[in-house]
């Protein structure tokens, strides 16, 4: 699978950003996707998940009730709403899909990368 995310940019601090991530193909709709962000000096962390069918979702603890995940498998299209945006949100964000069907919280069970956009929240 091959991803593309786009959406990333420079955004105040309390504002908002959606991510989006296209895939290139329908294969898409079998796996789990998630977004996952790195800051500079930084590992990659896991942001968000959700499963196959868009049933499951799971969020980082940092992100959670500020930042939504949707999929839409007829258009193989990963979206991450970011609300309420802090300056320890600014990353470069990067989309996955998991090896598995169902949401996966953990960096080792997602083969197929994104090349990440950048978001920079301004304080």
């Known amino acids: 699978v091959q991803l593309q995310a786009s959406g990333g940019g420079l955004v105040q601090a309390g504002g908002s950003l959606r991510l989006s991530c296209r895939a290139s193909?329908?294969?898409?709709?079998?796996?789990?996707m998630g977004w996952f962000r790195q800051a500079p000096g930084k590992e990659r962390e896991f942001v968000a998940t959700i499963s196959w069918n868009g049933r499951s979702t799971y969020y980082a603890n940092s992100v959670k009730d500020r930042f939504t995940i949707s999929r839409d498998n007829a258009w193989n299209t990963l979206t991450l709403q970011m609300n309420s945006l802090k300056p320890e949100d600014t990353a470069l964000y990067y989309c996955?899909?998991?090896?598995?069907?169902?949401?996966?919280?953990?960096?080792?069970?997602?083969?197929?990368w994104g090349q990440g956009t950048l978001v920079t929240v301004s304080s």
């Open positions: 193909r329908r294969t898409f709709s079998n796996n789990a």
């Open positions: 996955a899909a998991a090896r598995t069907a169902a949401a996966a919280t953990t960096i080792g069970f997602y083969n197929s």
